[in-house]
């Protein structure tokens, strides 16, 4: 990355679906953007660089790059980590994107529900990891892709105390309280850099991409979900928008602790997520469960 850049940033899930969307758009920016792309698989990686070079005419401009991390993995989480600190110091703007939505139950590599590691404790750990560079690189931004379907937890069980899902499981339901779950950990990290006197400095907001959601029909949840998730579609355009203004935009440069709708009209989340509690509650199991796996 010999040229500087206005913006180094990374985007978690990016080799497909809005994640790829959000990458093409941040990309196009070549006089301001260096951009890295998030994958599972190098040849995804490569297929996305080579997508984003063509589509945007950036042959000659170097504005692109890539890293490779299996969320399933805490050693690759970790690794990743490392990478980007080594590779990418002037990180400034980290955005988390990737998400996933299992059939069925389903454990990671080391015995975590994988919805739950995938959708937040990988994002958590780079949070964590990550920080300090954001906050050598000020101004800086973390933007979580949230959704409206995160105060939505139909189970009879107690999440708290079946976070594995090991009672029950239902895709619909762990992916809402994994949104859940990135809502809290951002509004925590707002008050976490409130704590470090990053006061505007790292804002952390939260976004929702759909322009659209029913949440009180079972069946408009169910195709809005699938929607969400569907790699093949390309239905965010307002949304992608609206985040690439919230990663570049004058107009968020003193905002922070919020959720905003695809439009960037900020709106109220559920009351769980604001409480200030439950965040913290989240956080120290957050930092349990990755403190058996990882070393930070």
Known sequence: ???????????????????????????????????????????????????LIKENRLENVGNVEYVVADFSSFYEISRMAEEVKLRFPRLNVLIACASILNPRRVESKEGIELTLQVNHLAHFYLWNTLLSILEDNVPSRIITVGSML?????????????????????????????????????????????KHGMQFRVTANVIDVEEKL????????????????????????????????????????????????AHGKQIRPAAEATDERVQNRLWELSKEICGRFLKN
């Open 214 to 261: 029913e949440k009180k029909r079972n069946s408009n949840f169910l195709s809005i979900s699938d929607l969400h998730l569907n790699n093949n579609n390309n239905n965010h355009g307002c949304g992608v928008h609206t985040l690439v203004r919230l990663a570049e935009g004058k107009e968020y440069e003193n905002v922070s602790g919020k959720y905003f709708d």
């Open 1 to 51: 990355m010999p040229r500087l850049f206005k913006r180094t940033i990374l985007i978690t899930g990016s080799t497909e679906g809005i994640g790829k969307e959000i990458a093409l758009e941040l990309a196009s920016n070549s006089a301001e953007n260096f951009v890295i792309i998030h994958g599972k698989r190098k040849e995804k990686c490569e297929e996305t660089l080579d997508y």
């Open 150 to 194: 995160h105060g939505w937890n139909p189970s009879p069980v107690d999440w708290w105390d079946d976070v594995m899902c090991e009672k029950f499981y239902d895709k619909f339901m762990q992916y809402s309280r994994t949104k859940m779950m990135n809502h809290l950990a951002t509004f925590y990290l707002h008050r976490l850099l409130l």
